[in-house]
């Protein structure tokens, strides 16, 4: 591996740490190198907290205090030092000042970027600054890599709607559901271990999406309960409002947000969207979270509903549970149209018979 492309790995696995904590911002991970050793890293946490290239400086000057090496040591080997950072330094004054400035302010010379920033308000600006500032700046290093880091963000960024996600857990013989429920509660297909696994991406993931059908029947919490980590925020399809006040969604617990045909008066972490539901339902839905600044969002039930999102080819990836029982009879599974598939991975690892199949989308409509 290549001097560039190894300390570029180092910043995409740090950035990975912040995973469902930095929205709305993007992933980024950091770190300064000299003389081939790393001297300091960091990565972005959380919206409103320092970016990765502040808390690589940091954590930097904290190695350089233990060391006891003196102010002009300090700046002398900062000026000597590269900066690694997977997404390029922001060049604006948003909630925390332009991180261009402050490796300017600093003297570093050279700063290797993974990707640029496809945001308005920076859009190479910060390349710009610091290449005007004198600064030898390499740009592309590991640049895929850095972009799938952050699909989430540029998607939201560059076509105006949340990253999709299609979810469901499914029976050998093609069911979700059998045809009658006992209780007004979840019936599990898939094992413990998948239903953890399935927690995880809900605190990974900025907002989790289901039908009517779906809270009627499950009566769900759609929280990450089994996994450490933000629940996300609820997203639920009610067209005319037939969701009775008693069932959890409406506990105010999560942000949650219904997206109805009905006018209705907002509550405690519940607001009302009114929207068509005759054309383009999906559509609507992506402009609508688009305008709430979700990023990512998970399509988790039912099947009318993750099928509207495949019909209008609006999704990005599908996960797909397939767990060891039969049902003979039931709700039939969403079904993919292969025509848009350009990736389909059973998962390498099988847990007491379960399959996570993954599917990815190669050409979404927008």
């Known amino acids: ?21 930095t929205y709305p911002n993007p992933l980024v991970g950091c770190v300064l190198v000299h003389n081939n050793a790393i001297i300091g890293e960091g990565y972005h946490y959380k919206s409103g907290l320092p970016h990765a290239e502040v808390n690589a400086v940091q954590n930097t000057i904290k190695a350089f205090e233990k060391k006891e090496l003196t102010t002009a040591q300090q700046e002398q080997l900062f000026k ?8 390029e330094p922001c060049s604006h004054f948003g909630k925390t000042p332009p991180c261009a400035d402050l ?10 970027v993974g990707s640029t920033d496809p945001n ?17 700046v390499v740009i592309g290093v590991l640049e895929d890599a850095c972009n799938d880091l952050n699909k989430r963000f540029f998607t939201f960024q560059n076509n105006k ?3 999709i996600i299609l979810k469901w857990a499914q029976t050998q013989d093609g069911f979700i559901a059998p045809v009658e429920q006992n209780e007004i509660a979840p019936v599990w297909i898939s094992n413990q271990n998948s239903l953890q696994r399935a927690h995880k991406l809900r605190a990974e993931e900025q907002a989790i999406l289901v039908g009517t059908t779906t809270v009627l029947k499950d009566n769900p919490s759609l929280t990450a309960r089994h996994w450490k980590g933000d629940s996300p925020t609820r997203i639920i399809l009610d067209r005319t409002l037939k969701i009775a006040t008693n069932h959890t969604i409406y506990d105010g617990k999560e942000d949650t947000i219904i997206i109805t045909e009905k006018v209705a008066e907002n509550r405690e972490n519940i607001k009302f969207i009114k929207t068509s539901f005759v ?38 990836e599908a996960l797909v549970f ?9 709700v039939e599974a969403p079904q993919l149209e292969m025509a848009q598939i350009s990736e389909k991975n059973p998962d390498s690892t099988r847990d007491k018979n379960d399959t996570l199949i993954y599917y990815k989308n190669s050409a979404p409509a927008c």
């Open 161 to 163: 709607r949340p990253y």
């Open 322 to 330: 397939q767990g060891s029982k039969n049902f003979q009879q039931g």
């Open 120 to 136: 308005p308000k920076v859009a190479g600006r910060g390349i710009k600054k610091l290449m005007e500032a004198g600064c030898e």
């Open 103 to 112: 490796l300017i302010a600093k003297g570093i010379k050279k700063v290797v």
């Open 80 to 87: 000597e030092a590269t900066c690694y950072v997977s997404l």
């Open 1 to 21: 591996m290549k001097v560039h492309e190894k300390y570029m790995a180092r910043c995409i696995q740090l950035a990975k740490n912040g995973l469902g904590t």
């Open 279 to 316: 054309d383009s339902l999906a559509e609507n839905i992506c402009k609508i979270l688009y305008n709430q600044n979700i990023q990512s969002v998970i399509i988790e039930g039912g099947t009318k509903t993750i099928q509207t999102f495949i019909n209008e080819n609006l999704w990005d």
